[in-house]
């Protein structure tokens, strides 16, 4: 008897011992990191940093905030509302120009204005932050052109914003950072802003592998759930509701009566009590990968990307499917 309990203390000290090295390895890891992360790029008044989306939100956040650092901050809005603010707001270093992301000739003259300004030093940083997230919406509630009109502004203009000044982030030997989401890891909804998300994923991944032997570091943001205009729950209400009745009877018919006003109630209630307040979370992730000596490869800021979404992105599929559909609202007519 004595000689299993000895046996016994044996293993579990053993156990213990084992626990507490990957627990010293595991905090060694995060200290070497954290210290790692720490030192800055010199010189922050000579480079440049373009800035897409400025008008709200994060975008507008990091230009004040990279402004601040002493970067010189070239800042495209899409209202000249945006550009006013900003002008205010921040010192004379700032630059604001117009740019829609969908237009060629936008991307193009505002590239060109870039290039000139900029010199021969060239171009720092471009953070691709423009977005938008409606239409959203079950798949067979859109056409093709609610597609198109979503992936015109989230990928394309993304890509052709950066082919436009990539010369002169290579001439800087700078970075490129990418704003996808967690919705790039995982599409718990229907619509073209997952499609747009698992394409700039793509798009960051194959330019960061491109770049490698040029010097430029290509960088992605993965954010969460916070309270901006692509969570707001009356923006995107009223557009799922323009969707409900324009679409045909028969696809309301599959849904049934009261469906809209349930995913109205969902989101209200549920979106309010997921979304992050605390934007700054979001935007340091994007001023570390502009100012870090060495930047990460990804950023994944807000708990729910670090503990729920990107997690379940490596689930087994049919976990993933289960656990999603458990708490959504399924229409009237779906199969038992």
């Known amino acids: ?156 203009g993304v890509i052709a914003v950066t082919l436009s000044v990539l010369p002169l982030i290579k001439k800087a030997r700078g970075r490129v950072v990418n704003v996808a989401s967690v919705f790039g890891r995982i599409s718990p909804v229907g619509g073209p802003y997952t499609v747009s998300k698992y394409g700039v994923e793509a798009f960051n991944d194959s330019l960061r592998r491109n770049m490698i032997p040029f010097g430029v570091k290509v960088l992605c943001i993965e954010p969460g759930f916070f309270k901006t205009t692509v969570t707001d729950s009356v923006v995107l209400g009223k557009s799922i509701k323009q969707l409900w009745e324009k679409m045909p009877q028969e696809v309301r018919d599959d849904y049934g009566p009261d469906y809209l006003d349930k995913v109205d109630v969902m989101m209200r209630e549920k979106l309010a009590k997921m979304s992050d307040a605390d934007l700054m979370k979001v935007v340091s992730c994007m001023e570390h990968a502009v100012s870090a000596v060495r930047p990460r490869t990804r950023y994944s800021p807000g708990w729910d990307a670090k503990l729920f979404w990107i997690p379940m992105s490596y689930m087994p599929t049919g976990f993933t499917d289960w656990l999603l559909l458990k708490e959504a609202i399924l229409p009237a007519k779906a199969v038992n």
């Open 1 to 156: 008897m004595r000689f299993n309990e000895f046996s016994l203390n044996v293993v579990d000290l053993q156990i213990l011992d084992m626990f507490l090295y990957l627990l010293g390895l595991v905090v060694f890891y995060y200290l070497y990191r954290w210290f790692r992360e720490i030192p800055r790029v010199p010189d922050k008044g000579d480079k440049y940093v373009y800035i897409t989306g400025c008008d709200s939100g994060f975008g507008n956040l990091l230009a004040r905030h990279l402004d601040k650092l002493g970067f010189c901050v070239i800042a495209s809005c899409f209202t000249e509302k945006g550009e006013e603010d900003l002008r205010k707001a921040c010192s004379d270093r700032l630059t604001t120009l117009h740019l829609d992301v969908k237009k060629n000739e936008s991307v193009d003259k505002a590239a060109a204005l870039i290039k000139d300004k900029v010199g021969a030093r060239g171009l720092w940083a471009v953070v691709n932050n423009a977005g938008v997230a409606i239409p959203s919406a079950p798949c067979d509630w859109l056409t093709i052109d609610d597609y198109k009109s979503m992936l015109d502004v989230n990928l394309n």
